[in-house]
């Protein structure tokens, strides 16, 4: 036998080897080898609306971004990315500097850290982290601190970021609405956040992909606060939203300089991405109040719906005030590791979860925490509880 290319060193890299293949991937085959109703990775089982869906068969159909779209993403859709920042939020972005398109909310997080990070910076992160946050910053060289989110209610603990931060750290990279514990941050924390950036003079990349799933009262995004706007990366994404995960239509605004140095990370990953489907999201950003409205209440419905039937079913629930996911406890039914218990779900009642410890680099903090996604049709997520009560 030939010796390894390359000799006896391993191919994947030292800076991301200690992150193997995501939890997703091994739960997600799991669901498929079993025949179980996977309320594991968080995609909707129905699509977004049909006339967003025709608006892309349109723009196909008539040459729109069937050829590389312009760098920064189709005029069109960096103007429907502006105007839905002002109607929300009362935030003005000019669509020609201060708006980029990105390949889903994923690449927009990737550009950003690659682009505003040296090696050895620190990043201050919310623990648990969203799947990619940690191989990102460590693609960049850079060292992630975690700020951990504790139940039973994750609060963020504004002495304990305080204390976090060095003369080394460069950034915040916070999630608001968060994925997984659905805690969404409150005016008190987003103003200390604010207060300790502008006298630290940190940048702050924040992942608000869930804007628009907020339970309890509304979104505020972080730029809004004063003093923040200049220093802010604000990432969204139409995949949850619009119920179109595969189309993978991210952004970020920003000021015009920060815009133009995640470009310049962006052009070297996937130049342009989605051609058609801007010109589709354009229009979807566009709907009228009612289709927001109508999705997050559809939402809540299912959130409550899985929230109480997890609750029958002897867990410990925290209910989220954002996204489309619920944080469990298991302690009450016996269990302790959630790894363990996610392993063993499938097989013994049909249902898949994913255990949160996966996101924590202090797994104590989130051992017997189990997260499941509503986003499923309302018979789904009915047998699943009936399955559940048979635990
Ligand atoms: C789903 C998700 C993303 C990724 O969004 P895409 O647009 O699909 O790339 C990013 N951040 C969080 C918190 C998410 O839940």
Same mark, same amino acid.
């Given at each position: ?154 609060? +963020?603990? #504004? /002495?304990? =970021?305080? $204390? @976090?931060?060095?003369?080394?750290? !460069? ?133 409550? +719906?899985? #929230? /109480?039937? =997890?609750? $029958? @079913?002897?867990?410990?629930?925290? !209910? ?72």
């Amino acid at each position: 036998m030939s010796a390894p290319a390359g000799g006896s060193r391993p191919f994947l890299n030292r800076r991301l080897a200690a992150f193997g293949t995501t939890i997703f991937a091994e739960m997600s085959a799991l669901a498929t080898a079993t025949g179980s109703i996977n309320l594991g990775q968080g995609f909707p089982d129905t699509d977004g609306p049909a006339e967003i869906a025709e608006a892309a068969v349109r723009a196909i159909r008539d040459g729109r971004g069937n050829q590389y779209p312009p760098g920064p993403g189709v005029p069109e859709l960096r103007l429907a990315i502006a105007e839905h920042q002002r109607r929300f939020y009362g935030l003005s972005y000019d669509p020609d500097t201060e708006v980029l398109v990105t390949a889903g909310a994923t690449e927009a997080i990737a550009a950003a850290l690659l682009a505003l990070l040296e090696p050895g910076d620190e990043v201050i992160a919310l623990e648990p982290y969203y799947d990619s946050y940690a191989a990102c910053i460590a693609m960049a060289g850079a060292v992630r601190v975690p700020l951990t989110l504790r139940a039973p209610d994750f609060r +963020l603990d #504004a /002495d304990a =970021l305080r $204390a @976090a931060v060095t003369p080394r750290t !460069r950034l915040l990279l916070l999630n608001t609405p968060h994925n997984p514990t659905g805690t969404v941050l409150t005016p008190a924390e987003l103003a200390a956040v604010a207060e300790l950036a502008i006298e630290r003079d940190l940048l702050v990349v924040t992942d608000e992909v869930y804007e628009h799933l907020v339970f309890d009262g509304s979104h505020v995004p972080l730029a809004s606060l004063p003093g923040m706007r200049e220093r802010t990366v604000t990432i969204s994404s139409a995949g949850k939203t619009f119920s179109f995960t595969g189309w993978k239509v991210g952004w970020i605004t920003a000021p015009p300089a920060l815009v133009s140095a995640v470009r310049s990370t962006k052009q070297f990953l996937t130049y342009v991405s989605s051609g058609p489907f801007q010109h589709a999201i354009a229009e979807a950003l566009a709907l009228p109040d009612s289709f927001y409205e109508t999705f997050r209440a559809d939402h809540l419905a299912k959130r409550d +719906l899985l #929230a /109480d039937g =997890l609750a $029958a @079913a002897g867990f410990e629930v925290f !209910r989220p005030q954002g996204t489309y996911f619920i944080t469990t406890d298991i302690t009450p039914l016996g269990e302790k590791d959630g790894l363990a218990f996610c392993r063993a779900l499938p097989t013994r009642c049909g249902v898949v979860a994913i255990p949160n410890q996966v996101f924590y680099d202090d797994r104590s903090a989130g051992a017997p925490q189990v997260r499941w996604a509503f986003c499923k049709r309302d018979e789904v997520l009915r047998e699943a509880v009936a399955r559940l009560g048979r635990l």
